[in-house]
């Protein structure tokens, strides 16, 4: 079990990183041609949403079964040394922040009327929460 999460953890990382990127992207252009907010613009920017819930699930359910997780931090170890602390602590902790940003620029872009305002919200939001999300990978263990 903690193989198998592990390995669809590490997979779906490459997903949602990469939908963020190509999301961010169209909603610039979109931002920057000047044109109306569609409801297929709403649909891709749902793709990264749901791909990142998605991983949140998984990365919630992978903390209580990995020994790098809640064991840690049970441990009192995950303090004093760094490589821990990442990902018994500040991996998950800044995740579901960036999640959460990335939540309130979907459903802002969502209850949006002003096309502008509904592409910034997707474009800076997810780019907030990229840049979150990319500041605490644990590249190490990732590119191993
Ligand atoms: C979009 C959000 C997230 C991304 C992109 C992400 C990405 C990653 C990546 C790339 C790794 C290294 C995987 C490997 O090669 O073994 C990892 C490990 C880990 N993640 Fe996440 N993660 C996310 C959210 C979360 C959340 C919300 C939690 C917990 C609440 C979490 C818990 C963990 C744990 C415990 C590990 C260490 C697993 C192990 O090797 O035992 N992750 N994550």
Do not use: C
Not at 4 to 12: E, F, I, P, R, Y
Not at 72 to 78: E, F, N, Q
Request: glycine share 6%.
């Amino acid at each position: 079990m903690y193989t198998g999460l592990q390995h669809l953890h590490s997979g779906l990382a490459y997903l949602v990183l990469l939908a963020l990127i190509l999301v961010i992207t169209y909603a610039l252009i979109g931002a920057l041609s000047n044109r109306q907010f569609s409801d297929k613009d709403r649909k891709i920017a749902l793709i990264a949403f749901i791909l990142s819930h998605i991983q949140l699930t998984v990365g919630l359910i992978l903390y209580f079964v990995s020994p790098l997780g809640f064991e840690m931090l049970k441990s009192g170890s995950a303090m004093s040394d760094s490589a821990v602390r990442l990902t018994a602590v500040e991996h998950p902790l800044i995740n579901i922040i960036a999640i959460v940003v990335i939540t309130i620029g979907y459903s802002r872009a969502k209850k949006g009327t002003v096309s502008k305002a509904r592409f910034r919200s997707i474009y800076m939001m997810y780019a907030i929460g990229l840049l979150l999300l990319l500041s605490r990978i644990p590249w190490s263990i990732w590119l191993a």
